[in-house]
């Protein structure tokens, strides 16, 4: 498979915007989205000289294959490799997954705009306030503005292509520590959602997580518009439509990937509200789909984790959910830190990112192959 280098000119960190559906107890946060091609041009930066190498790849997933949506099996992907890794060819590294948030793409982190994790990276690595690392990110941006990181016939089981298809790519074409005490996973919003998820149901693939401003943590109480009624995403009638449509979308993700519906087309899912009216069978699909719903049943799994960290900001309005879940991780004696700052959803995760995640993982991760793992 090709890979693109890139040398990508530096910009400011974007912030995100609310996206509320109003009968939802808890709303989605949206980023914008960068304008993705299919083949990766470089870039050249006279400012500022990439020491390391950063490409653009698409990754086929077995897992993403016919889903119902009609979305790629092969995601677009950004891969981050450091400063050394070129030099030294005998030399393996950890590896951290990221997962982006709702309405944004991996070009969010790692494009000619947005937080510019490669450049964060590297000066980092550079003071020595962390190790270098392999950074990775999957594009998961869909028609209804992102895939919520769950198994779905509908939008595609994302938890098996992060958690399989992604991580063995990486482990077959670079030069990876491939051993869970080496692979981190984190994420903002809608990705801190998908990390606490994946990491609930695969402590055998990643060693060390860290969740950022999640979303979606307590979904169990889903509300009819104020107003009484239909909220927008009803008026929906086929996927094309909902692309662009910011008011139907979050519902619209949500559903496709808690409550899908291979027997109801043309969009293969059920969704919350009818006619402006609670649908309790479809409600409890989204309480289900919660991590403070699901905690109880991967306690054992949670507690095999090196470190897991939490963070949000005083000035989120997730905050309260990721409370909730932080107390439910204490009341069952799940190890983990958890932190606040002043901040919103959005404005200070360049800075989380630089002085608190990629230290994390320095120093949770195990940057020394095993035997087992050096015959590989």
């Known amino acids: 498979m090709s890979r693109t280098c890139w040398h990508i000119l530096p910009l400011t960190a974007g912030l995100l915007a609310a996206a509320i559906v109003p009968f939802s107890s808890v709303p989605l946060h949206s980023q914008s989205q960068a304008t993705s091609s299919t083949v990766a041009r470089p870039v050249s930066s006279p400012s500022t000289a990439l020491k390391g190498t950063l490409e653009r790849v698409k990754v086929h997933g077995k897992a993403l294959e016919g889903n119902l949506m009609g979305e790629s099996a092969e995601p677009e992907v950004s891969i981050y490799l450091p400063p050394s890794y070129a030099a030294n060819r005998a030399r393996r590294y950890p590896v951290?997954?990221?997962?982006?948030?709702?309405?944004?793409?991996?070009?969010?982190?790692?494009?000619?705009?947005?937080?510019?994790?490669?450049?964060?990276?590297?000066?980092?690595?550079?003071?020595?306030?962390?190790?270098?690392?392999?950074?990775?990110?999957?594009?998961?941006?869909?028609?209804?503005?992102?895939?919520?990181?769950?198994?779905?016939?509908t939008a595609g089981n994302w938890e098996g292509y992060v958690a399989e298809d992604l991580v063995a790519y990486m482990d077959g074409h670079y030069r990876t520590i491939p051993t869970r005490a080496s692979r981190g996973l984190a994420g903002h919003s809608m990705g801190g959602y998908g990390t606490l998820r994946i990491a609930m149901k695969r402590p055998d693939v990643f060693g060390a997580i860290y969740a950022l401003s999640s979303c979606c943590l307590n979904e169990g109480t889903v509300r009819p518009p104020r107003d009484g009624a239909p909220p927008p995403a009803e008026s929906i009638k086929s996927i094309e439509e909902a692309r662009g449509n910011r008011a139907a979308q979050g519902t619209l993700a949500r559903a496709a990937a808690w409550a899908p519906n291979p027997a109801n087309p043309p969009l293969f899912l059920d969704l919350p509200t009818k006619g402006g009216e609670v649908q309790p069978q479809v409600a409890v699909k989204w309480a289900a789909n919660s991590p403070v719903a699901m905690l109880d049943q991967y306690v054992p799994n949670l507690k095999k984790y090196?470190?897991?960290?939490?963070?949000?900001?005083?000035?989120?309005?997730?905050?309260?959910?990721?409370?909730?879940?932080?107390?439910?991780?204490?009341?069952?004696?799940?190890?983990?830190?958890?932190?606040?700052?002043?901040?919103?959803?959005?404005?200070?995760?360049?800075?989380?990112?630089?002085?608190?995640?990629?230290?994390?993982?320095?120093?949770?991760l195990a940057f020394e192959a095993s035997r087992a793992s050096r015959t590989n």
């Open 306 to 364: 090196k470190a897991i960290a939490m963070d949000v900001g005083l000035q989120d309005n997730l905050i309260t959910s990721n409370r909730v879940l932080e107390e439910a991780l204490t009341r069952f004696g799940v190890t983990h830190t958890f932190e606040t700052y002043e901040g919103d959803h959005g404005n200070r995760i360049p800075q989380r990112l630089e002085e608190k995640v990629l230290p994390f993982f320095s120093q949770q």
């Open 96 to 153: 951290v997954y990221l997962l982006h948030g709702y309405t944004g793409t991996d070009l969010g982190y790692f494009g000619p705009t947005g937080r510019q994790l490669h450049v964060i990276a590297e000066r980092v690595y550079g003071s020595g306030a962390a190790k270098e690392m392999i950074l990775v990110m999957p594009n998961c941006m869909n028609a209804y503005g992102g895939c919520m990181y769950s198994n779905s016939v």
